[in-house]
């Protein structure tokens, strides 16, 4: 009796986990919602700067929208780990349907103010705060975990793909349609997400015991404190978060004052981050070992702050382009190492916790845009000759150009420092892995 066919070894390659129907589903159903989240946010931005010219309101917006990943992240992570996750996603991208509905609503009627676009950036951050940790922590009942690696740089890819479309087709939209027919065509992606989320077949969750809400994140806390291979990247994540990634927050300032950018303009200029990420990813992320994880983490680090510094000392739309290619390449290289760094060493029972932590440097992206918004208000009027109580519709645009570009070069030097400065302790994590592998 001839003994049975031995099984096909799994796929390989970065699309492997497509082979997973309910990964498929998810990635497919995210892919097409983040194209409608950037065309979204490129109209938001852009209706905001119209709305107000201020550094400090342009990034209070992305702030409001950030600061509940900051306030409840951890307890939104102590959340996920106790409810069944599909189910969550369902909800909280429901309600980010309806948000969408509301804010067309507003700009339709004539009614939309800069508090209103406060409030829904606000309502949108609670529900963010809860469904990318649910995504990210799902990822172990996607696929086999030998494929978490692969299936995070497929997230990433995904993320990038549409980094580039998005922003490129809301710029289309934006000059055809206006910032209405963009939130219009954000809502009708969220039917396809809603869809892809329903469809899936998971077995639900198993009940966990948990110590109440501030012991499961003590817990979560002090698991991330003990282990270097969490705390390190994590801490680095937190600091690049605040100090270099406020340039895409203020990015729509930027290409209106200094390189007098059109509505499509500043579109094509953030699309540019997307096509470096994606470069990124198919050349880096997806063929990295994970004893090369370290190193690309330091690398992204140091070249994310030298594009950082680059883009603030250009001067014309082309090199500033260019500038941004890099500085969405680093920054996916480094995010990415961060991300598959954690998850592999993240067990199941805390992994929302931890995750959410990771996250939580999101917040830190739109609270620094904040904090480089005033500084760039101060700069513009310590350079106009203006005192500090002076109104700030008298400081010239190009004052706050100059601001704008000091702070960028600034910032940036500090995230390359900031890179070097963890290489020692990568270095150690490194060589763990190494040795575990071994």
């Not at 922003?167 to 997400?193: M, Q, R, S």
């Not at 500043?266 to 050349?283: E, I, K, P, R």
């Not at 002076?390 to 940036?412: C, E, K, N, Q, W």
Request: proline share 6%; charged share 10%.
């Amino acid at each position: 009796m001839n003994p049975p066919p031995a099984p096909a070894p799994p796929p390989e390659g970065l699309w492997a986990p497509l082979a997973h129907r309910n990964f498929r589903l998810l990635w497919g159903g995210f892919m097409v919602s983040h194209v409608g989240d950037f065309v979204q946010v490129l109209a938001q931005s852009w209706l905001v700067v119209n709305l107000t010219p201020s550094g400090l309101k342009v990034g209070l917006v992305a702030f409001a929208q950030a600061v509940p990943r900051l306030v409840i992240g951890l307890a939104a992570g102590a959340l996920i780990d106790r409810v069944d996750r599909r189910r969550l996603l369902l909800v909280t991208q429901s309600l980010a349907a309806v948000q969408s509905v509301v804010f067309w609503g507003l700009v339709h009627t004539g009614r939309v103010t800069y508090g209103w676009v406060l409030g829904l950036s606000l309502a949108l951050g609670v529900l963010d705060s809860l469904n990318l940790n649910a995504r990210q922590a799902l990822m172990p009942s996607l696929v086999p975990r030998p494929m978490i690696a692969r299936a995070v740089a497929l997230q990433a890819l995904g993320v990038n793909v549409t980094q580039m479309l998005g922003p490129t087709l809301g710029g289309l939209l934006l000059g055809a349609w206006g910032v209405e027919g963009c939130l219009v065509f954000n809502a009708v992606t969220f039917t396809v997400l809603i869809g892809s989320i329903t469809a899936m077949r998971l077995p639900p969750s198993e009940p966990v015991a948990t110590a109440g809400l501030r012991g499961d994140i003590a817990e979560g806390l002090a698991y991330v404190r003990d282990h270097a291979e969490l705390w390190v990247p994590i801490a680095l994540a937190w600091f690049l978060g605040l100090v270099g990634m406020p340039l895409v927050r203020l990015l729509p300032l930027f290409a209106r004052l200094e390189l007098h950018a059109t509505g499509r303009g500043y579109g094509l200029l953030y699309a540019g981050a997307g096509v470096g990420a994606m470069a990124a990813s198919l050349l880096v992320t997806a063929r990295a070992r994970p004893a090369e994880l370290p190193r690309n983490i330091v690398v992204g680090a140091v070249a994310f702050g030298v594009a950082t510094a680059l883009f603030g000392a250009v001067g014309s739309w082309g090199a500033a382009f260019v500038a941004l290619i890099a500085f969405g390449a680093a920054q996916m290289t480094f995010r990415s190492a961060v991300m598959t760094l954690v998850q592999t060493e993240s067990p199941d029972r805390l992994r929302g916790r931890i995750i959410s932590a990771l996250t939580m440097d999101f917040a830190l992206w739109s609270l620094g845009a904040v904090a480089l918004g005033a500084v760039v208000d101060v700069v513009a009027r310590a350079r106009a000759g203006l005192p500090w109580g002076a109104d700030r519709a008298m400081i010239p645009a190009v004052a706050t150009g100059y601001g704008l570009r000091a702070v960028f070069v600034a910032s940036g030097l500090a995230c390359a420092l900031g890179g070097v400065f963890a290489s020692r302790a990568l270095k150690r994590v490194a060589d763990a892995l190494r040795g575990r592998a071994g």
